[in-house]
């Protein structure tokens, strides 16, 4: 197998951890990552306390190839994140003259006024990179290993085709499903022997309850379209000898 990447997201925002939003951008920037070869190994979630986001940040930055924060980088009192992430580094906020640029060009296409409010936008940690924001005005931001990012997800998204291919990653996940109407309870020792024969992939089980049965979807994840069809075979043949009866893309 390659070298694995790894990636983690903190996911800044009050309206996060009160309910109040829910949050989309786990989902699409895990399935990016994927593509890039790059695993997503943990997110967090902190409100907008500075010394939350610092810890959270020093933290992760560490043991991860890569870090993506998302949230706190509008225009409002609590959009916090580069200043917060300007502290963990250890560096000045400073206006970067793309930034700076790129807003005003943006609000004047849209015959808005550049307010101080919406130019604390091109506020960045000293000496960071910018991210292309095809969406809204406010670019993303990069430095060193570090990626800030909007919270609204489509301007996420707009962000992610941005980097798409800049980042090095090593070989993306292949998947495969298997479901069955298998409780997990009855089947735990038969998925200890595949996951024991395969230890090259990744095996996960997610229950389900439908037409009146319980039963699974197994998840096999390769870093080889080879690897993943083997265990997937491996797992609907001792299924089958088990009594049930597999179905491969699941249930």
């Known amino acids: 197998m390659s070298r694995t990447y790894t990636a983690a997201l903190v996911i800044i925002g009050d309206e996060i951890l009160s309910g109040r939003t829910q949050d989309k951008n786990v989902a699409q920037i895990a399935q990016w990552l994927n593509v890039q070869g790059i695993r997503l190994s943990e997110v967090r979630v902190v409100a907008d306390v500075e010394d939350a986001i610092i810890e959270a940040v020093n933290a992760l930055r560490q043991r991860n190839d890569y870090l993506f924060t998302t949230g706190g980088i509008g225009p409002t009192h609590d959009d916090i994140t580069v200043d917060a992430i300007a502290a963990a580094l250890g560096v000045p906020v400073v206006v970067h003259p793309e930034a700076e640029r790129m807003l005003r060009n943006y609000y004047a296409s849209i015959e808005k006024e550049a307010t101080p409010a919406r130019m604390s936008m091109a506020r960045v940690p000293q000496g960071a990179g910018l991210i292309d924001n095809p969406v809204s005005g406010a670019p993303g931001i990069m430095i060193e290993n570090i990626y800030i990012m909007a919270g609204i997800p489509h301007i996420t998204a707009g962000m992610l085709e941005g980097l798409t291919g800049t980042l090095e990653g090593g070989r993306p ?78 249930l």
């Open 173 to 250: 996940l292949v998947s495969v499903t298997v479901g069955a109407f298998s409780p997990e309870s009855e089947v735990a020792d038969l998925l200890r022997a595949v996951v024991k024969a395969h230890p090259d992939v990744a095996l996960g089980s997610y229950p389900f309850f439908k037409e009146g049965r319980y039963g699974s979807n197994f998840v096999m994840r390769a870093e080889g379209e080879e690897a993943a069809a083997a265990c997937a075979e491996d797992l609907a043949g001792r299924l089958r000898a088990a009594g049930y009866d597999p179905t491969v893309g699941g």
